[in-house]
């Protein structure tokens, strides 16, 4: 932190978004993991509603984020044998990943100095926090560390967070 400011998000392709900026806006989303594994899998039932949204969050210039972790987990689930019925090659799931970065509002939150102290604090409010969601904790770290309080996910247990607004991509834009 400079001055007492929050680091802003960065952005590749334009200035980086400011956290007071972002905090005042309503359609900042962070989008998780499943999201993406839906809108990518046409075997799955919520393949159309996710792929609307990703659609519809590509074409939209507004500020939209990814994770590394995400991204990863994204390339482990659609390569994964034992998950899709035919599993993507590594080179086509990292493609995906490099055109939906490509788009004009996305981009990826990456860990800032406030990091640790970020985390620290999450796991004093949230003492109960172990195990597997300790993948769901990162994400939701770097998204409070960046102001941003909304993520499009079909997952329930970021609903535990209580920093953060669940947006489910089947619910209406």
């Given amino acids: 932190m400079a001055g007492g ?11 980086p978004v400011a956290l007071h900026q972002a905090e005042k806006r309503n359609d900042v989303l962070l989008f998780d993991t499943n999201v993406l594994v839906y809108a990518a899998n046409r075997d799955s039932t919520l ?12 074409r939209d210039p ?18 994964h044998p034992r998950v899709l019925a035919s599993p993507w090659k590594a080179r086509d799931a990292c493609r995906s990943v490099s055109d939906l970065l490509a788009s004009p509002g996305f981009d990826l939150l990456i860990a800032t100095p406030r990091h640790q102290s970020v985390l620290a604090q999450t796991l004093s409010e949230l003492p109960d926090l172990r ?4 993948h ?11 102001g941003i309080s909304r993520i ?8 535990r967070f ?3 607004t669940v947006v489910d991509p089947l619910s209406a834009s």
Avoid: I, K
Avoid at 5 to 15: F, G, I, V, W
Avoid at 47 to 58: F, S, T, V
Avoid at 136 to 146: G, Q, S, Y
């Fill in 47 to 58: 393949h159309r509603p996710c792929r609307r949204r990703l659609g519809e969050a590509r």
């Fill in 62 to 79: 507004s500020p939209a984020f990814l994770t590394w972790s995400v991204c990863y987990e994204f390339l482990r689930v659609t390569t």
């Fill in 5 to 15: 400011t929050q680091e802003p998000a960065r952005r590749r392709d334009a200035e």
């Fill in 162 to 164: 209580p920093f953060l």
């Fill in 131 to 134: 195990g597997n969601v300790m």
């Fill in 136 to 146: 769901d904790v990162h994400t939701a770290v770097l998204m409070r560390e960046h």
């Fill in 152 to 159: 499009c996910t079909r997952d329930t247990a970021f609903r």
